[in-house]
Protein backbone atom coordinates (compact mmCIF):
# COMPACT_ATOMS: atom_id res chain seq x y z
CA UNK A 1 0.00 0.00 0.00
CA UNK A 2 2.63 2.20 0.94
CA UNK A 3 4.03 1.49 -2.43
CA UNK A 4 1.33 2.20 -4.55
CA UNK A 5 1.26 5.80 -2.43
CA UNK A 6 4.91 7.07 -3.17
CA UNK A 7 4.08 5.93 -7.01
CA UNK A 8 1.11 8.03 -7.08
CA UNK A 9 3.50 11.13 -5.28
CA UNK A 10 5.90 10.45 -7.53
CA UNK A 11 3.85 10.28 -10.56
CA UNK A 12 1.48 13.59 -9.82
CA UNK A 13 4.97 15.52 -9.39
CA UNK A 14 6.23 14.27 -12.47
CA UNK A 15 3.23 14.87 -14.32
CA UNK A 16 2.58 18.40 -12.39
CA UNK A 17 6.56 19.29 -13.69
CA UNK A 18 5.76 18.10 -17.06
CA UNK A 19 2.68 20.21 -18.34
CA UNK A 20 4.20 23.11 -16.15
CA UNK A 21 7.53 23.25 -18.19
CA UNK A 22 4.80 22.56 -21.20
CA UNK A 23 2.59 25.73 -20.58
CA UNK A 24 5.99 27.53 -19.88
CA UNK A 25 7.13 26.93 -23.58
CA UNK A 26 3.79 27.71 -24.95
CA UNK A 27 3.11 31.26 -23.07
CA UNK A 28 6.71 31.86 -22.48
CA UNK A 29 6.09 34.87 -26.02
CA UNK A 30 2.46 34.77 -26.90
CA UNK A 31 1.14 35.01 -23.20
CA UNK A 32 3.34 37.70 -22.58
CA UNK A 33 3.20 39.49 -25.23
CA UNK A 34 -0.55 39.72 -24.94
CA UNK A 35 -0.80 40.96 -21.48
CA UNK A 36 1.23 44.18 -22.22
CA UNK A 37 -0.39 44.97 -25.58
CA UNK A 38 -3.21 46.27 -23.24
CA UNK A 39 -0.75 48.80 -21.21
CA UNK A 40 1.08 50.03 -24.14
CA UNK A 41 -2.13 51.07 -25.67
CA UNK A 42 -1.97 54.68 -24.57
CA UNK A 43 -3.62 57.35 -26.26
CA UNK A 44 0.01 58.89 -27.22
CA UNK A 45 0.92 56.21 -29.73
CA UNK A 46 3.73 59.23 -31.68
CA UNK A 47 5.78 59.09 -28.12
CA UNK A 48 7.49 56.06 -27.12
CA UNK A 49 5.89 54.49 -24.02
CA UNK A 50 8.06 55.10 -20.92
CA UNK A 51 8.28 52.86 -18.09
CA UNK A 52 10.16 53.58 -14.51
CA UNK A 53 10.59 51.01 -11.97
CA UNK A 54 11.42 52.22 -9.07
CA UNK A 55 13.11 50.02 -6.31
CA UNK A 56 14.77 50.27 -2.76
CA UNK A 57 17.76 48.57 -2.89
CA UNK A 58 20.67 47.47 -5.95
CA UNK A 59 19.67 43.68 -6.41
CA UNK A 60 16.06 44.47 -6.38
CA UNK A 61 15.96 44.84 -10.03
CA UNK A 62 17.18 41.46 -10.98
CA UNK A 63 16.15 39.80 -7.77
CA UNK A 64 12.09 40.46 -8.27
CA UNK A 65 11.61 42.47 -12.08
CA UNK A 66 13.76 40.72 -14.52
CA UNK A 67 10.46 39.10 -16.22
CA UNK A 68 9.02 42.67 -16.68
CA UNK A 69 12.00 44.22 -17.58
CA UNK A 70 12.42 41.87 -20.23
CA UNK A 71 9.18 41.96 -21.54
CA UNK A 72 8.50 45.57 -21.63
CA UNK A 73 12.03 46.17 -23.31
CA UNK A 74 11.30 43.61 -25.74
CA UNK A 75 8.07 45.44 -26.72
CA UNK A 76 9.86 49.10 -27.73
CA UNK A 77 8.88 50.70 -24.07
CA UNK A 78 11.41 52.57 -22.49
CA UNK A 79 12.49 51.55 -19.33
CA UNK A 80 14.05 53.99 -16.68
CA UNK A 81 15.52 52.38 -13.08
CA UNK A 82 15.23 54.49 -9.90
CA UNK A 83 16.42 52.95 -6.92
CA UNK A 84 15.84 54.80 -3.69
CA UNK A 85 18.86 53.89 -1.86
CA UNK A 86 22.69 52.51 -2.75
CA UNK A 87 22.27 49.56 -0.31
CA UNK A 88 25.39 50.89 1.78
CA UNK A 89 24.18 48.66 5.04
CA UNK A 90 27.08 47.25 5.33
CA UNK A 91 29.46 49.89 3.80
CA UNK A 92 29.40 48.78 0.57
CA UNK A 93 27.16 51.55 -1.62
CA UNK A 94 29.66 53.06 -3.51
CA UNK A 95 30.22 48.68 -4.96
CA UNK A 96 26.66 48.30 -4.82
CA UNK A 97 25.77 51.25 -6.89
CA UNK A 98 28.16 49.64 -9.73
CA UNK A 99 27.18 46.44 -9.48
CA UNK A 100 23.28 47.99 -10.15
CA UNK A 101 24.84 49.82 -13.03
CA UNK A 102 26.20 46.72 -14.76
CA UNK A 103 23.32 44.57 -13.73
CA UNK A 104 20.94 47.09 -15.98
CA UNK A 105 23.53 46.96 -18.59
CA UNK A 106 22.97 43.22 -18.66
CA UNK A 107 19.33 43.22 -18.96
CA UNK A 108 19.52 46.12 -21.65
CA UNK A 109 18.76 49.11 -19.55
CA UNK A 110 21.89 51.90 -20.02
CA UNK A 111 23.19 53.54 -17.36
CA UNK A 112 21.81 57.06 -18.78
CA UNK A 113 18.52 55.40 -17.34
CA UNK A 114 19.32 54.12 -13.90
CA UNK A 115 19.28 57.10 -11.28
CA UNK A 116 20.27 56.16 -7.97
CA UNK A 117 19.29 58.44 -4.58
CA UNK A 118 21.91 58.79 -1.92
CA UNK A 119 20.29 60.38 0.25
CA UNK A 120 20.96 60.42 4.62
CA UNK A 121 17.45 60.70 4.98
CA UNK A 122 17.03 57.15 2.50
CA UNK A 123 19.50 54.36 3.79
CA UNK A 124 19.44 50.99 3.46
CA UNK A 125 17.47 49.50 6.78
CA UNK A 126 16.45 52.63 8.14
CA UNK A 127 12.96 54.17 9.05
CA UNK A 128 11.98 56.46 5.54
CA UNK A 129 9.53 59.37 5.89
CA UNK A 130 7.70 58.80 2.85
CA UNK A 131 7.35 62.56 1.90
CA UNK A 132 11.50 62.06 1.20
CA UNK A 133 10.58 59.39 -1.22
CA UNK A 134 8.39 61.46 -3.17
CA UNK A 135 11.00 64.15 -3.33
CA UNK A 136 13.84 61.97 -4.75
CA UNK A 137 11.59 60.38 -7.20
CA UNK A 138 10.31 63.64 -8.29
CA UNK A 139 14.06 65.00 -8.34
CA UNK A 140 14.88 61.37 -10.28
CA UNK A 141 12.26 62.41 -12.82
CA UNK A 142 13.92 65.77 -13.74
CA UNK A 143 17.46 64.67 -14.15
CA UNK A 144 15.71 61.93 -16.39
CA UNK A 145 13.50 64.63 -17.86
CA UNK A 146 10.68 62.78 -18.34
CA UNK A 147 7.15 62.00 -16.67
CA UNK A 148 6.49 58.24 -17.37
CA UNK A 149 3.60 56.64 -18.44
CA UNK A 150 3.36 53.74 -15.34
CA UNK A 151 5.43 53.26 -12.26
CA UNK A 152 6.32 49.35 -11.50
CA UNK A 153 7.21 48.83 -8.10
CA UNK A 154 6.61 46.46 -5.10
CA UNK A 155 2.93 46.36 -3.18
CA UNK A 156 2.34 47.02 0.23
CA UNK A 157 4.41 44.05 1.50
CA UNK A 158 7.31 44.49 -0.43
CA UNK A 159 7.62 40.54 -1.24
CA UNK A 160 9.55 40.03 1.51
CA UNK A 161 8.54 42.17 4.00
CA UNK A 162 11.46 44.30 3.94
CA UNK A 163 10.57 48.03 5.60
CA UNK A 164 12.41 50.13 2.47
CA UNK A 165 10.28 48.00 0.24
CA UNK A 166 7.14 49.00 2.06
CA UNK A 167 8.10 52.63 1.95
CA UNK A 168 8.77 52.61 -1.60
CA UNK A 169 5.40 51.73 -2.24
CA UNK A 170 3.92 54.12 0.11
CA UNK A 171 6.00 56.73 -1.18
CA UNK A 172 4.44 55.98 -4.65
CA UNK A 173 1.37 56.00 -3.10
CA UNK A 174 1.94 59.79 -1.61
CA UNK A 175 3.67 60.44 -5.55
CA UNK A 176 -0.23 59.52 -6.86
CA UNK A 177 -2.45 61.46 -4.15
CA UNK A 178 -0.13 64.55 -4.49
CA UNK A 179 -1.01 64.27 -8.40
CA UNK A 180 -4.67 64.02 -7.86
CA UNK A 181 -4.11 67.09 -5.55
CA UNK A 182 -1.98 69.13 -7.87
CA UNK A 183 -4.39 67.98 -10.90
CA UNK A 184 -1.32 66.39 -12.67
CA UNK A 185 -1.27 63.98 -15.64
CA UNK A 186 -1.32 60.73 -13.30
CA UNK A 187 1.00 58.58 -13.76
CA UNK A 188 -0.47 54.20 -14.14
CA UNK A 189 1.02 52.59 -11.34
CA UNK A 190 1.28 48.61 -11.30
CA UNK A 191 2.15 46.74 -8.21
CA UNK A 192 4.50 43.30 -8.06
CA UNK A 193 2.31 41.13 -6.27
CA UNK A 194 3.63 39.44 -3.12
CA UNK A 195 2.89 35.81 -2.83
CA UNK A 196 3.12 33.55 0.28
CA UNK A 197 6.36 31.65 1.35
CA UNK A 198 5.86 28.12 -0.18
CA UNK A 199 4.32 29.85 -3.97
CA UNK A 200 7.55 32.27 -3.69
CA UNK A 201 10.29 29.21 -3.73
CA UNK A 202 8.50 27.12 -6.27
CA UNK A 203 10.12 28.43 -9.35
CA UNK A 204 8.11 27.97 -12.93
CA UNK A 205 5.48 25.46 -11.03
CA UNK A 206 4.14 28.75 -9.53
CA UNK A 207 3.10 29.20 -12.86
CA UNK A 208 -0.42 27.30 -12.30
CA UNK A 209 -1.16 29.46 -9.00
CA UNK A 210 -0.54 32.89 -11.27
CA UNK A 211 -2.63 31.66 -14.28
CA UNK A 212 -5.41 30.70 -12.05
CA UNK A 213 -5.41 34.38 -10.38
CA UNK A 214 -5.14 35.76 -13.97
CA UNK A 215 -7.73 33.79 -14.93
CA UNK A 216 -10.38 34.96 -12.18
CA UNK A 217 -9.02 38.69 -12.70
CA UNK A 218 -7.29 38.24 -9.28
CA UNK A 219 -4.14 40.12 -10.92
CA UNK A 220 -4.25 42.71 -13.75
CA UNK A 221 -0.37 41.73 -15.76
CA UNK A 222 0.83 38.22 -15.63
CA UNK A 223 4.45 38.10 -17.17
CA UNK A 224 6.72 34.92 -17.59
CA UNK A 225 10.54 35.46 -18.36
CA UNK A 226 13.31 33.45 -18.70
CA UNK A 227 15.25 32.19 -15.38
CA UNK A 228 18.61 33.02 -17.03
CA UNK A 229 18.13 36.14 -17.31
CA UNK A 230 17.71 36.90 -14.22
CA UNK A 231 21.07 34.63 -13.09
CA UNK A 232 22.78 36.65 -15.70
CA UNK A 233 22.06 39.94 -13.91
CA UNK A 234 22.47 38.89 -10.54
CA UNK A 235 25.63 37.63 -11.45
CA UNK A 236 26.70 41.15 -11.73
CA UNK A 237 26.08 41.74 -7.85
CA UNK A 238 29.20 39.96 -6.89
CA UNK A 239 29.62 41.68 -3.19
CA UNK A 240 25.92 40.02 -2.55
CA UNK A 241 26.36 36.56 -4.29
CA UNK A 242 26.34 34.54 -0.32
CA UNK A 243 25.19 30.92 -0.54
CA UNK A 244 21.22 31.63 0.32
CA UNK A 245 21.24 34.12 -2.84
CA UNK A 246 21.71 31.32 -5.24
CA UNK A 247 19.92 29.30 -3.04
CA UNK A 248 16.91 31.89 -3.53
CA UNK A 249 18.10 32.45 -7.68
CA UNK A 250 17.16 28.36 -8.09
CA UNK A 251 13.96 28.71 -6.80
CA UNK A 252 12.60 31.70 -6.56
CA UNK A 253 9.12 32.29 -8.59
CA UNK A 254 10.45 35.78 -9.63
CA UNK A 255 12.82 35.10 -11.32
CA UNK A 256 10.48 34.07 -14.11
CA UNK A 257 7.14 35.02 -13.06
CA UNK A 258 5.64 38.68 -12.18
CA UNK A 259 2.15 39.41 -11.40
CA UNK A 260 1.26 42.90 -10.95
CA UNK A 261 -2.47 44.48 -9.94
CA UNK A 262 -2.78 48.07 -10.53
CA UNK A 263 -2.96 50.45 -8.03
ZN1 LIG B 1 15.59 45.16 -1.53
Keep these: MLTFFVNLVFFLLCFFAFTTIILRLLLWSGHTKRELVSISDQPIQTEPVIATLIIAHPDDECMFFTPTINAFLS ?3 KVYVICLSSGNYYGKGEIRKRELILSCNTLGIPASRVYIEDSPKLQDGSEWNHSDGVIAIRKAFRSFDILPDFILTFDSFGVSGHKNHKSTYL ?4 LISQQREME ?8 LCSVGIIRKHIAILDLWFALIERLFDRV ?3 IVGKWENSLQAMRQHKSQLVWFRWLYILFARYTMINTFKEL
Aim: proline letters at 0%; hydrophobic letters at 50%; zero cysteines.
Design 75 to 77: RGI
Design 184 to 191: EKLIRVFK
Design 171 to 174: AIQE
Design 220 to 222: DLL
